[in-house]
């Protein structure tokens, strides 16, 4: 099975039965997580009931992103005592926040971590990451294996680095905080996350600011995109 399923969509604090950011990568049989923060990892456990997931990619330190991370390490300490070590692949900055949430058992003797800044490979993926601007040090990711090719903003300004990481991709998901004119050089509006995404084939919005109107983001994506549009959905489930 080759897929990508939504975890969380929203950004800042989950509406109402959704979650924040968070995805889940599957490639025959391996898989990655993408970001897990607030009321994410409940969704997860839907898929890998006692948290077996192959790797685990962290964008940057903001709780939206990371918190469940903890969460999940103790899923796997106390359902899995004897399983290796996941890699997470993360900036220094979310170890820290990881720490700070739960010092023991150290977030470092549950995962493998790794610097994502210097992260080349995740099982059968080849990793490209491209810092893009935002509040905390945040890393843009591209994952490729044979025959798909994913990309993931994480939380993003505006920058023409957009372009670089999602051209050829099958699939781009990208930061769609605001709507309308609103302007901040470290989030973006769907029309400049679909401005980015050219030479993309889909494009998916999401870290939607909690009460928004989601359709008027794919509108003003699709006023832009060439592509298909799509509004991540918790529990939505895309075939690549």
Same mark, same amino acid.
């Given at each position: 099975?080759?897929?990508?399923?939504?975890?969380?969509?929203?950004?800042?604090?989950?509406?109402? !039965?959704? %979650?924040?950011?968070?995805? $889940? &990568? *599957? +490639?025959?049989?391996?898989?990655? /997580?993408?970001?897990? !923060?607030? %009321?994410?990892?409940?969704? $997860? &456990? *839907? +898929?890998?009931?006692?948290?077996? /997931?192959?790797?685990?990619?962290?964008?940057?330190?903001?709780?939206?992103?990371?918190?469940?991370?903890?969460?999940?390490?103790?899923?796997?300490?106390?359902?899995?005592?004897?399983?290796?070590?996941?890699?997470?692949?993360?900036?220094?900055?979310?170890?820290?926040?990881?720490?700070?949430?739960?010092?023991?058992?150290?977030?470092?003797?549950?995962?493998?971590?790794?610097?994502?800044?210097?992260?080349?490979?995740?099982?059968?993926?080849?990793?490209?990451?491209?810092?893009?601007?935002?509040?905390?040090?945040?890393?843009?990711?591209?994952?490729?294996?044979?025959?798909?090719?994913?990309?993931?903003?994480?939380?993003?300004?505006?920058?023409?680095?957009?372009?670089?990481?999602?051209?050829?991709?099958?699939?781009?998901?990208?930061?769609?905080?605001?709507?309308?004119?609103?302007?901040?050089?470290?989030?973006?509006?769907?029309?400049?996350?679909?401005?980015?995404?050219?030479?993309?084939?889909?494009?998916?919005?999401?870290?939607?600011?909690?009460?928004?109107?989601?359709?008027?983001?794919?509108?003003?994506?699709?006023?832009?995109?060439?592509?298909?549009?799509?509004?991540?959905?918790?529990?939505?489930?895309?075939?690549?």
């Amino acid at each position: 099975m080759r897929s990508l399923t939504v975890l969380g969509s929203c950004g800042a604090w989950p509406e109402p !039965g959704r %979650a924040c950011a968070g995805f $889940l &990568l *599957e +490639y025959d049989g391996f898989r990655v /997580v993408l970001d897990l !923060g607030y %009321a994410a990892l409940p969704r $997860l &456990l *839907e +898929y890998c009931p006692r948290g077996e /997931v192959d790797a685990v990619v962290v964008t940057h330190q903001h709780p939206d992103h990371c918190v469940d991370v903890s969460a999940l390490a103790r899923v796997r300490y106390y359902e899995a005592p004897d399983a290796p070590p996941v890699p997470l692949h993360c900036t220094p900055g979310t170890l820290e926040v990881l720490r700070a949430l739960e010092p023991h058992p150290d977030p470092a003797e549950v995962f493998d971590v790794h610097d994502l800044a210097s992260t080349t490979r995740i099982g059968p993926f080849d990793v490209q990451t491209v810092e893009l601007p935002h509040y905390k040090t945040n890393f843009g990711v591209r994952l490729s294996a044979p025959g798909v090719s994913v990309a993931y903003t994480g939380d993003s300004g505006p920058s023409p680095d957009l372009r670089r990481l999602a051209q050829g991709t099958d699939l781009f998901i990208a930061d769609a905080t605001l709507q309308g004119d609103a302007s901040d050089s470290y989030l973006m509006t769907a029309a400049e996350a679909a401005h980015g995404a050219a030479g993309a084939r889909r494009l998916v919005l999401t870290h939607f600011w909690p009460g928004s109107d989601r359709q008027v983001s794919v509108r003003e994506a699709e006023a832009v995109f060439d592509g298909e549009v799509i509004a991540a959905e918790e529990g939505l489930t895309l075939e690549l």
